[in-house]
């Protein structure tokens, strides 16, 4: 009698408690994995300027889209960038990082590509392309078009206009008139919301 009332006595409630199951689409972004997925997209190489001044931009463009595909951290980005120099490139990064962590402890991509920049154009060429920059208008060509070589020339820009609010400005003032007019009522801040609005405009 005791066995039976103990068989149909209640039992405790244990719970378990088992770690939630991992999302099927995780990925390990440790900075080890992150440099093995980067070196299998065989990214391209940088060592100098060669004859074509724009290289050092070319390299960066082509940087940035490996670093979409991996959504990877500022300092991932680095340590992958500073991977793919080589030679002179190679020797400019090893002096320039520890100057810039001095008054970037943190640096971030932006402030590589500023330095990288600084570093591999020439002044002259910079001065150039700043000069093309402030007189950049959309002419005849496609909104898209003329955002494009908006985007490509931006990084000569003069400090004043490196905000959100003039590179807006400059943009917009740099489109035909007849769809300057119509985006300048609206009286858009944001670089972003100017392009998306300007390429509405069939006339573009």
């Known amino acids: 009698m005791a066995a039976m009332k103990q068989r149909g006595a209640p039992q405790p409630n244990y ?4 770690p939630p199951p991992m999302p099927l689409n995780a990925r390990d972004n440790s900075t080890s994995k992150v440099m093995e997925r980067f070196k299998k997209l065989q990214p391209s190489l940088f060592s100098n ?8 931009k070319r390299w960066i463009c ?17 340590i992958c960038a500073g991977f793919q120099l080589q030679d002179e490139a190679a020797a ?26 600084r570093n591999f154009f020439p002044e002259s060429f910079r001065d150039e392309k700043e000069a093309e920059y402030v007189a950049l208008t959309q002419g005849s060509r ?18 004043y206009l490196r905000n959100d ?3 807006s400005k400059k943009f917009e003032k740099g489109l035909k008139p007849e769809i300057s007019d119509m985006l300048a ?5 944001s670089y972003a919301q100017m392009v998306q609005k300007a390429k509405l405009w069939k006339i573009g």
Do not use: G
């Open 15 to 18: 719970v378990l408690n088992f």
């Open 49 to 56: 300027i060669s004859s074509n001044p724009l290289q050092p």
């Open 62 to 78: 082509a940087m940035e889209r490996t670093f979409e595909v991996l959504e990877c951290t500022d300092a991932q980005k680095l």
């Open 92 to 117: 400019w990064w090893k002096s320039t990082k520890p100057n810039l962590e001095v008054t970037h402890p943190n640096p971030t991509w932006e402030q590589f590509k500023e330095a990288f920049f």
């Open 142 to 159: 496609l909104v898209l078009d003329y955002q494009q070589q908006f985007k490509d020339l931006f990084h000569f820009a003069p400090e």
């Open 165 to 167: 609010a003039w590179k």
């Open 185 to 189: 009522i609206l009286d858009i801040q």
